[in-house]
């Protein structure tokens, strides 16, 4: 029996409280690479993503938007979806965790795993939440009495809720992640868990009293009481699969989440915790990035620095974007954008670099050859494979670019223009070897800009000089 080998891959299901920005942009690319990659060298790849929409963040736009919360979200689930039509996102499915069918058979039934473990109980939460991240905070999270992610000063509750009892499984937790069963990348941010989980992990407050979370999934058996939106939304990375309704897509269980920073523990303690409870396999890996900046700033319209991925993907297109932020970031740090920047990399890396490399070359075989070259498949070469499956993928674009420019060199050394007037056959025989390289190049370009991918392997395969893929931009 042949069983195929699977890959699942999910990026966070986002707040659909305000458009989408660059961070959910590179987040979902860094997935959508990964997904591509994957699909290419032979796995089943199933990549999930979506929306988490029971946050009281969601209701607040709605009233200050003058719409009710369904219409409103409709709006900007709607931006997220055209967001990843315009960057070519390969996702399998979209998941809303307001969706009554797909999602809440699964976390009710997660609920009652965690209750059947005996890891619910009633008890009384006096602290702080803060509403930004949706998390309950102590002083130590403050920074002058604010979040230092959402500058808001948290809530002072006192109320009665159901807890997860999430301190039982420090010890499990940190022996699977230092024996790499569940693996996080990169080391820095491993060690930053491996730091919270050796003080010790507190039980978590898993649900709310129904009149101060009013959008959620109720508690089974206490009406009065609404789940918690991370046990609800974490939950989403199985309900996709078909847990608590059938299990069609379980098979592909466990699999790897990419996320930012910021919502790590969430990842690499909540919910390994709740899937030991429930006796479910922990996640393979986390793909933990840093946060994307601008001039060296967090975004923000007060500093006027916000980069709306919309508007650069309407000026320089799909590719250029997905170019740079795979680029010029690296998944495993803190990167930056700027408007110069980015026409900076566009111009060297796209109009001078592949753009022009690609019509150089076909250039000389359309005039040349008699007729396309004839491809063989070679596989990948090991310095690709090994930044991709190490998600280093701005190395994977480094080396690739970096065979670029030695093809660039490799016309200029071998001349084949000047060598055709003297020599016809060794003329097209170096002209064959540059198309048979720039080939290689443009399979290597597939999982990063598929359109172009396709556009110069359909001018390969026409021996036919593509069109201007990347116009110079002034
Ligand atoms: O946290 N740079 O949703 P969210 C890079 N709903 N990435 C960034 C970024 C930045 N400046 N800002 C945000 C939530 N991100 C929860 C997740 S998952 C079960 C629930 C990306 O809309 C990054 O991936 O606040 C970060 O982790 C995520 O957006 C937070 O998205």
């Not at 919502?263 to 409870?277: D, E």
């Not at 974007?321 to 700027?338: C, K, M, N, Q, W």
């Not at 090994?386 to 050394?413: C, G, P, Q």
Request: net charge negative.
């Amino acid at each position: 029996m042949i069983t195929q080998k699977t890959f699942y891959i999910t990026s966070p299901i986002f707040y659909p409280n305000a458009v989408p920005h660059m961070g959910h942009a590179y987040t979902t690319l860094l997935c959508d690479i990964l997904a591509r990659y994957h699909r290419l060298v032979g796995f089943e790849t199933y990549f999930l993503t979506g929306t988490d929409e029971h946050t009281e963040k969601v209701v607040k736009a709605a009233l200050s938007a003058g719409q009710e919360p369904h219409a409103y979200l409709e709006d900007v689930v709607t931006r997220f979806k055209e967001l990843y039509v315009h960057l070519d996102i390969s996702y399998d499915q979209f998941i809303r965790t307001s969706d009554q069918a797909a999602h809440w058979p699964g976390v009710i039934e997660m609920w009652k795993r965690l209750t059947s473990a005996g890891d619910i109980y009633k008890s009384t939460y006096t602290g702080l939440y803060c509403a930004g991240c949706e998390a309950f905070v102590t002083e130590k999270d403050l920074v002058d009495g604010k979040c230092p992610d959402h500058g808001i000063e948290p809530e002072q509750l006192k109320e009665e809720n159901y807890f997860f009892r999430l301190s039982k499984y420090t010890r499990p937790i940190k022996e699977k992640i230092i024996s790499g069963e569940l693996r996080i990348v990169p080391g820095t941010r491993k060690n930053e868990i491996l730091a919270l989980l050796n003080g010790g992990l507190q039980d978590v407050s898993f649900s709310r009293p129904k009149e101060k979370m009013t959008w959620g999934i109720p508690v089974p058996c206490d009406e009065t009481q609404t789940m918690y939106i991370w046990m609800d939304a974490l939950t989403n990375y199985i309900t996709a699969l078909g847990f608590g309704r059938g299990e069609e897509k379980m098979y592909f269980w466990p699999g790897m989440h990419v996320l930012g920073k910021d919502i790590l523990r969430f990842h690499a303690a909540f919910w390994p915790g709740m899937l030991l409870s429930a006796g479910l396999p922990l996640p393979k890996t986390l793909l933990v990035h840093g946060f994307i900046t601008s001039g060296g700033k967090k975004m923000s319209k007060t500093l006027g620095n916000v980069i709306d991925p919309e508007e650069l993907l309407a000026e320089y297109g799909t590719d250029a974007v997905r170019y740079f932020l795979a680029r010029h970031i690296s998944p495993f740090e803190d990167g930056d954008i700027t408007r110069e920047g980015f026409k900076d990399a566009y111009n060297a890396g796209l109009a001078n670099g592949l753009g022009n490399l690609a019509s150089r070359i076909m250039q000389l075989a359309q005039t040349h050859l008699t007729g396309p070259v004839k491809l063989e498949w070679k596989p990948y070469p090991k310095e690709f494979t090994e930044a991709m499956e190490n998600f280093e993928i701005n190395k994977a674009a480094e080396y690739v670019w970096s065979r670029i420019s030695a093809l660039d060199h490799k016309i200029t050394e071998t001349a084949p223009f000047k060598v055709i007037k003297t020599d016809t056959m060794r003329g097209s025989e170096l002209i064959a070897n540059l198309v048979h390289e720039l080939a290689a190049i443009d399979l290597m370009l597939e999982p990063i800009l598929p359109a172009t991918s396709k556009k110069i392997i359909e001018a390969i395969m026409a021996n036919k000089k593509p069109e201007n893929l990347f116009p110079r931009k002034d």
